[in-house]
């Protein structure tokens, strides 16, 4: 996705069209959640949410892009339980990765054989600061992402989120030359990935850090902080504007959030940042969340519509 054309539509995420950011920055940090209990939902079930609960859970989605419920299935293990949470919100196409499960969904729980100990998903290792498919094609890219906890690790596994759109005001209100660097449509480029008999099983990916829908004006992000199968572009303006992405995402702020899953909680999102702490499972205990990335954005959530 590359900016849309000022004639088009407006969008706050035009550069162009700084008195449309700025009413909508100002409209977005107005009582933006300050902690983690201020994402939080205590819900019933997820297959039969209440218009109540589906009002609660919106409104967040809406203002944060992502919220917490806390429903009463405890360690129930059906994967219906957050694909109609998904559902709820319209996303209906996953994103079937040659991991997942035969549902769609993938578990996130240490593997030790078969392709996914090869993974970091799939061990008890940290991850860090990323949204999810930053390495999908241009026309596969996550733009919705939802984790549902079965059973947490009894020790570790704690994650960091953080809004994408949050992210895009902070560095831009900083210095807007940051997010024309990371608009570059060549400023971030994943190499390609071989299997064991040095073919390539997932070409090069090439594209941009924020992009907008050309067609509702969305933000998009698809980044990474790791160094490692990652290629930035080469000059100062883009090393400068990844520096103090970083940086924001490593400082303490009431936008940076922390916290962990229990059982029976989920966090449903339009792919915010977030990562993950190392964790340590018991033979009593080992930690299983179900992933499900999604093509489509949460709906009711898109900026048009707020």
């Known amino acids: 996705m590359t900016m849309p054309d000022k004639q088009n539509i407006k969008t706050p995420f035009d550069l162009h069209n700084d008195s449309v950011y700025q009413h909508w920055r100002d409209a977005k940090l107005a009582d933006y959640p300050t902690t983690l209990a201020d994402l939080v939902v205590e819900i019933n079930d997820p297959r039969h949410l209440s218009k109540a609960e589906h009002k609660k859970l919106l409104a967040l989605c809406q203002k944060a892009n992502m919220v917490i419920y806390a429903a009463k299935t405890a360690d129930d293990p059906n994967p219906e339980i957050p694909l109609a949470m998904g559902r709820a919100f319209g996303l209906l196409n996953l994103d079937h990765n040659w991991l997942a499960d035969k549902s769609g969904l993938t578990s996130l729980t240490v593997v030790d054989e078969g392709a996914r100990q090869n993974y970091i998903p799939y061990s008890n290792r940290a991850i860090n600061w990323h949204t999810d498919g930053y390495y999908n094609s241009a026309d596969k890219q996550i733009h919705g992402l939802n984790l ?29 030359d940051y997010i024309q660097a990371l608009m570059a449509d060549d400023v971030m480029l ?27 004006g969305d933000l998009h992000m698809r980044y990474t902080i790791r160094t490692r199968n990652v290629i930035w572009k080469d000059d100062p303006l883009t090393e400068q504007a990844l520096q103090e992405l970083a940086s924001l995402l490593e400082t303490d702020s009431s936008y940076n959030y922390q916290g962990k899953l229990d059982s029976g909680m989920g966090l449903v999102s339009n792919n915010v940042l977030h990562d993950r702490n190392a964790f340590e499972d018991t033979p009593e205990q080992k930690r299983l969340i179900y992933r499900a990335r999604y093509y489509a954005r949460l709906e009711g959530t898109s900026v048009q519509s707020k």
């Open 190 to 216: 994943i190499p390609p990935r071989m299997d064991k008999d040095g073919d390539v099983v997932r070409k090069e990916e090439i594209g941009p850090v924020f992009s907008v829908n050309p067609v509702t």
């Open 148 to 176: 549902h906890c079965v059973m947490p690790a009894p020790h570790g596994g704690e994650n960091r989120l953080m809004d994408h759109e949050v992210v895009y005001a902070l560095l831009r209100d900083k210095n807007p």
